[in-house]
T-cell receptor
């Protein structure tokens, strides 16, 4: 059973550019959630995907968008990058349903630096 | 929504016990999670409480009181490798975790 994998591990971009981050969910998981974690803070929910549809969104502007593919992998796209977008971007996968199916398992993250 | 509050930092000695408290707003509650996160790494799942009471898992235990909006994570027989941030997260409606700011635990020899 493979865990959650994210790519790339590190990325450097300049202000105004666009970036795409990728995530492969854990085997058997059909739900992917994306989080932004600034240094020294807890992760902040960006959005969640289930069955290729957005299933809830946090307080992030529309320039943050995503996709989920039929194999449940997912992408996070950020347009018009700003300096404050510099953070660790975490992807988490889970099953659907109650109880322990709610447990989200995280990938190692992508460290994005915007200069 | 849910505000998750936990202390910023705690220090303890190797072999000792540390208790990390977490409070949350009780509206729309569907469970309380604890994750461990070493610097620069992914959060790793520690525990999930949905009913009141204590859940024990080796050296780590987690407690939940839904009526009080309160949880704690208890780390026993502290080891140097336990130095990390510990994240408390609530699960409101849906499957979207709301995290606190994390508690950085420093274990000293």
């Amino acid at each position: 059973e493979t865990g959650v994998t994210q790519s790339p591990t590190h990325l450097i971009k300049t202000r105004g550019q666009q970036v795409t981050l990728r995530c492969s969910s854990q085997s058997g998981h059909n739900t992917v959630s994306w989080y932004q974690q600034a240094l020294g803070q807890g992760p902040q929910f960006i959005f969640q995907y289930y069955r290729e549809e957005e299933n809830g969104r946090g307080n992030f502007p529309p320039r943050f968008s995503g996709l989920q593919f039929p194999n449940y992998s997912s992408e996070l796209n950020v347009n018009a990058l700003e300096l404050d977008d510099s953070a660790l971007y975490l992807c988490a996968s889970s099953e659907t349903g109650g109880g322990t199916k709610n447990i989200q398992y995280f990938g190692a993250g992508t460290r994005l630096s915007v200069l | 929504g849910q505000n998750i509050d936990q202390p910023t930092e705690m220090t303890a000695t190797e072999g000792a016990i540390v208790q990390i408290n977490c409070t949350y707003q009780t509206s729309g509650f569907n469970g309380l999670f604890w994750y461990q996160q070493h610097a620069g790494e992914a959060p790793t799942f520690l525990s999930y409480n949905v009913l009141d009471g204590l859940e024990e898992k080796g050296r780590f235990s987690s407690f939940l009181s839904r009526s009080k909006g309160y949880s704690y994570l208890l780390l026993k027989e502290l080891q140097m490798k336990d130095s990390a941030s510990y994240l408390c997260a609530g699960l409101p409606a849906g499957n979207k975790l709301t995290f606190g700011g994390g508690t950085r635990v420093l274990v000293k020899p």
